[in-house]
C-alpha cells in the first residue's frame, strides 16, 4: 500500500508565496518521477511541474521563473515553492510519484487546495 499525502495549500493574496509538500510512505521500493499537477473549477487537470531522480525538471510554461520543484529521495517527499503567486493559479494542487521496482505505477495525492485572492 503507498499513500502520498500533501500538505502547505492554503490561502494567500496575489504577489504571495506558498510551499506545497508531499510525502510518499507505505511498500515503497523505488520513486522514478514525482512530479506536481492542478485542477481548477471547470477545467482539466494540468501538469504544474516535474522532477526526475536525478533532479531533471520540467515546469508548465505558466509557471516558469515563479515555481520551483524540489525533491529530498532519502526522505521520499516532494515540494512545489510557489511564488509570485496570481489568482489564475488558483486550484487543488495533486502531488504524484511512479513507484515500482521493475514496472512502475503512477500513485496520486488527495490534493490540496490553494487559492489566490486579488
Known amino acids: 500500500q503507498v499513500q502520498l499525502v500533501e500538505s502547505g495549500g492554503g490561502l494567500v493574496q496575489a504577489g504571495g508565496s506558498l510551499r506545497l509538500s508531499c510525502a510518499a510512505s507505505g511498500s515503497i521500493f523505488s520513486i522514478n518521477a514525482m512530479g506536481w499537477y492542478r485542477q481548477a473549477p471547470g477545467k482539466q487537470r494540468e501538469l504544474v511541474a516535474s522532477?526526475?531522480?536525478?533532479?531533471?525538471?520540467n515546469y508548465a510554461d505558466s509557471v516558469k521563473g515563479r515555481f520551483t520543484i524540489s525533491r529530498d529521495n532519502a526522505k521520499n517527499m516532494v515540494y512545489l515553492q510557489m511564488n509570485s503567486l496570481k489568482p489564475e493559479d488558483t486550484a487543488v494542487y495533486y502531488c504524484?510519484?511512479?513507484?515500482?521496482?521493475?514496472?512502475?505505477?503512477?500513485?496520486w495525492g488527495q490534493g490540496t487546495q490553494v487559492t489566490v485572492s486579488s
Open positions: 504524484n510519484a511512479d513507484i515500482g521496482d521493475y514496472a512502475f505505477a503512477r500513485y
Open positions: 522532477i526526475t531522480t536525478g533532479g531533471s525538471t
